[in-house]
């Protein structure tokens, strides 16, 4: 344990953390060890990575002392934002420059920034295919996270920037699963017409940020994104259909639908699957699922995911 290098994992309760956090403690040849950083070390979520052998720590990542303290003594840190916590980019980005800034204080040798792009680069706020945001962005929890990428480089912190995608779970906890419909039937509902959702499990998320870790400076400085698979809306029904034993249908709505649907964050998810869908290829291209392979070999399929986590997606 004392030669063993320790990794900070920010929002380690979460999906993406709590997916390294788990990556780390079961690869005993890793080389590393697992520091979980959360607002509240006695949650029952803390106390069981605990038990499975992290060292659990406190942190809030609006207090940059705070982060520092966490930040200590690791060789590497875990670095995110969550803007479903709070709807507020401007906090994500006050975040993000709190971890940029304890890192290079404390001397982390690695970080690897959960990302997004920024959408902006893509649909100006001039343009009006799409509803400017909140005053100053199109998709809001994309652009806040792709305009924090600076705080790091400017911090001159050795990152790898990781890119993610659409979260399967999101058919399981964020109420994206097919719903009936007037006639019973299952409904897939998604804004994407007939192009490609990038899509990964969160638990991949982790092992993946384990490969990059694992593979020393070899993607410091770099842009990885990751994706499991890239399916079309009608191939993900076509998948759901098989596993859960009866027929899902796509139902291809337009993004002004989808923006109507009055839930919170519905706007900005709206605009994130219509940008998904106008600048597809630019989007897909960098999510291979063969860069995700190839730093964890466990990488699932839309297929393995839904085989192992079919009984857990609401139908009602």
Not at 29 to 51: C, I, M, P, Q, Y
Not at 173 to 179: E, Y
Not at 304 to 312: E, F, G, Q, V
């Amino acid at each position: 344990m004392a030669d063993q290098k320790i990794i900070a994992v920010v929002g380690a309760t979460g999906a993406q953390g709590g997916g390294l956090i788990r990556a780390i403690l079961n690869d005993q040849e890793s080389g590393f060890t697992a520091r979980a950083l959360t607002r509240d070390v006695n949650s029952e979520k803390a106390r069981a990575l605990a038990k499975l052998g992290a060292q659990v720590v406190s942190a809030n990542l609006d207090e940059v002392e705070s982060v520092k303290r966490a930040f200590a003594g690791a060789y590497g840190a875990f670095c995110l934002t969550n803007f479903w916590e709070h709807f507020s980019p401007e906090r994500e980005l006050a975040q993000a420059k709190a971890q940029a800034e304890a890192a290079k204080a404390v001397g982390v040798k690695h970080v690897i920034w959960s990302t997004l792009e920024d959408t902006r680069k893509w649909v100006p706020l001039s343009d009006t295919r799409m509803p400017t945001l909140m005053g100053q962005y199109k998709v809001p929890h994309f652009d806040a996270k792709g305009q924090a990428d600076e705080e790091f480089t400017k911090a001159g912190v050795p990152t790898t920037f990781l890119l993610t995608s659409f979260y399967w779970d999101n058919l399981i906890f964020f109420g994206m699963g097919p719903k009936k419909g007037p006639d019973g039937a299952l409904l897939f509902t998604l804004p994407m017409g007939d192009k490609k959702l990038p899509g990964i499990a969160a638990e991949d998320i982790g092992k993946c940020a384990l490969g990059i870790l694992k593979n020393g400076t070899v993607y410091v400085g770099k842009r990885v994104a990751i994706a499991g698979d890239r399916l079309t809306g009608d191939e993900m029904a076509a998948a759901m259909t098989r596993a859960l034993g009866q027929t899902v249908r796509y139902n291809s709505v337009t993004p002004e639908q989808y923006r109507s649907f009055g839930f919170q964050g519905a706007d900005d998810l709206g605009n994130m699957f219509q940008v998904k869908r106008d600048f597809n290829e630019a989007f897909c291209e960098p999510r291979d699922p063969a860069i995700a392979r190839s730093l964890n070999s466990s990488l699932q399929s839309f297929e393995a995911w839904l085989s192992r986590n079919k009984d857990r997606i609401p139908l009602s």
